[in-house]
């Protein structure tokens, strides 16, 4: 069974810097593809990042690219969102997820809520 813990969520200022994590634990299969997606009220889940097995695969959203940084630790089982120039738009729940293969996202963890302020 596949769990996503995401973690490091905050309050922030426009223009700071914010890193969160999502610890995963399954199958090396299982989460061979790990991303990052966010959802404010109102608007539809979008895309942020992903990244696979040995750092591989790196994909950004548009919203963010040049300014959010996703990686993956040595066990491959922890992912990281450096996030740098951060802006009141940024604002979302985060969402890590975890899938086999490219753009298969099979499972989903809880959240971790980024708020920043103008």
């Known amino acids: 069974q596949v769990q996503l813990v995401e973690s490091g969520g905050d309050l922030v200022q426009a223009g700071d810097s914010l890193t969160i994590s999502c610890a995963a634990s399954?199958?090396?299969?299982?989460?061979?593809?790990l991303g990052w997606f966010r959802q404010s009220p109102g608007k539809e889940r979008e895309f942020v990042a992903r990244?696979?097995?040995?750092?591989?695969?790196?994909a950004y959203g548009d919203s963010v690219k040049g300014r959010f940084t996703v990686s993956r630790d040595s066990a491959q089982k922890t992912m990281f969102l450096q996030m740098n120039a951060l802006k009141p738009e940024d604002t979302a729940i985060y969402y890590c997820?975890?899938?086999?293969?490219?753009?298969?996202?099979?499972?989903w963890g809880r959240g971790t809520q980024v708020t920043v302020s103008s």
């Open positions: 997820a975890a899938g086999p293969a490219i753009g298969q996202f099979d499972y």
């Open positions: 399954g199958r090396n299969y299982d989460i061979h593809f």
């Open positions: 990244i696979g097995w040995g750092n591989t695969y790196i």
